[in-house]
């Protein structure tokens, strides 16, 4: 479903248009497949934090695949110059089913070529008068203002909390604090139903931390984040999609009243 309307059409002169896109499933991860569309190009040049710090061209860097989790934004230039006139599927390869981690057709069965993987028709029709917009590969995009140095470090884990009336089956995910080096041996965990950063505060927030085998986004409110490394920890589990991944992310809270700050947006 795109904008309300099941499997639509979108009628598009061979020129280049910004498309801001957004994830509105509830659990679904979608791979987004432009690869089947001739000659298209695709560049990514934001997310749901303001505009990334230069265009990423998606066609060179991914074969032209995006995925996004659920609740995530992609601001996206979408060049069909040299696309031939004609009309052409954009396909979903996420699974219908949790995602765990990994590429179709490797790791898991992407979804249904005849349902849920087709997202939207492009009609492709020559272009009228002249496309006077700048190649992405030119554009300067704003400068991205540097974080201050954190004052308060909280390592966070995500856990599902399983349920009391079905056998084997999750019931919410929990966001709480951790005591201890999860690396290094069994460490406390105590529940938070929130966490609100404040000015220079460091957040060590890994998404899939915890009991979970399936990978839980985590996003701050009110907030941008900033990924500053990525760490391996141990997982218990011997399948190599449960591996665990530890993000570490900067935040700084900014007031969403200001003017002139293009990273306060939120999701």
């Not at 995925?67 to 060049?79: G, H, K, T, V």
């Not at 765990?100 to 993987?117: H, L, N, R, V, Y």
């Amino acid at each position: 479903m795109v904008n309300g309307n099941t499997w639509p059409y979108l009628d598009v002169e061979r020129r280049r248009y910004r498309f801001r896109v957004l994830n509105g499933c509830q659990a679904r991860f979608l791979t987004l497949d432009f690869s089947g569309v001739p000659g298209i190009e695709v560049w990514q040049i934001g997310n749901e934090g303001g505009f990334l710090a230069e265009p990423v061209d998606l066609t060179t860097r991914t074969g032209g695949r995006l995925l996004m989790s659920p609740a995530e934004r992609a601001d996206l230039i979408i060049d069909f110059t040299a696309v031939p006139n004609g009309n052409y599927v954009l396909r979903n390869l996420g699974p219908d089913e949790p995602f765990g981690g990994g590429q179709p057709d490797e790791d898991f069965a992407p979804a249904d070529p005849d349902s849920t993987g087709q997202v939207i028709k492009f009609r492709v029709q020559a272009r009228r008068g002249l496309d006077l917009t700048t190649p992405p590969r030119f554009l300067r995009l704003p400068a991205i203002d540097p974080l201050p140095a954190a004052t308060v470090s909280r390592p966070l884990a995500l856990l599902e909390e399983m349920s009391m009336s079905f056998a084997d089956a999750p019931a919410e995910a929990v966001l709480g604090t951790i005591v201890g080096d999860p690396n290094a041996g069994p460490g406390t965990w105590m529940k938070r139903m929130w966490s609100e950063p404040t000015p220079r505060t460091l957040l060590l927030a890994p998404p899939r931390c915890g009991s979970s085998t399936t990978p839980r986004p985590t996003r701050i409110r009110c907030t941008c984040t900033k990924s500053c490394s990525r760490l391996s920890i141990a997982s218990r589990s011997s399948s190599t999609r449960q591996a665990r991944r530890l993000k570490f992310f900067l935040a700084r809270h900014h007031d969403r009243r200001s003017p002139g700050k293009r990273d306060s947006r939120t999701p």
